[in-house]
C-alpha cells in the first residue's frame, strides 16, 4: 500500500511505523501506521494524514480501538475523512477480519485525502 501512495503522490513523504502508546497508563497499546507529509509546509497546510490501526489493552483484554484515516493536529485539513470502527472490537479473529475488510476502504480514503491536500496546497516540488 505505501508503495502504490509513493508512486501516485510523488510529493508526499510516506513512511511506515509502529510504537507502542500509553505506556505510563491504564492504556497499554501499540499502533501501527502508514503517514504522508510534506517536508518544509507551512500553516495552514496540514502537518500529516495517516491510517492507522491501535490496539489497546494489551496487558488485560485487549480491544482493536482504533482503525482510521486521520489528519494531523496542525493545519487546516482540506477535507472531511470518514471514520473507521463504530466501537472497539475485542481482538481476535473478528478484529483481524474487520482489519482486512476495511482496509481498501481507508486505503482509497488516505488516498482521496492526498488528493485533496494536493489539489488545496498545491507543492512546487515533486520529490525525486
Known amino acids: 500500500m505505501a508503495d502504490e501512495l509513493r508512486k501516485l503522490h510523488p510529493s508526499f513523504t510516506i513512511e511506515v511505523r509502529d510504537g507502542s502508546i500509553g505506556g505510563l497508563t491504564a492504556f ?9 507529509f510534506r517536508a518544509g509546509n507551512d500553516y495552514p497546510e496540514p502537518n500529516c494524514v495517516a491510517i492507522e490501526v491501535c490496539v489497546r489493552n494489551l496487558d488485560m483484554e ?37 482489519i482486512q475488510s ?25 520529490k525525486e
Open 62 to 98: 485487549p480491544m482493536l480501538s482504533t482503525l482510521d484515516v486521520s489528519w494531523g493536529g496542525d493545519g487546516i485539513s482540506p477535507c472531511e475523512l470518514a471514520s473507521g470502527l463504530d466501537k472497539e472490537i475485542p481482538w481476535g479473529e473478528s478484529a483481524v477480519i474487520e
Open 28 to 36: 497499554q497499546g501499540h499502533y501501527a501506521y502508514i503517514e504522508c
Open 102 to 126: 476495511m482496509l481498501p476502504r481507508l486505503s482509497s480514503e488516505l488516498s482521496k485525502a492526498l488528493q485533496s491536500w494536493e489539489t488545496t496546497y498545491p507543492s512546487n516540488q515533486a
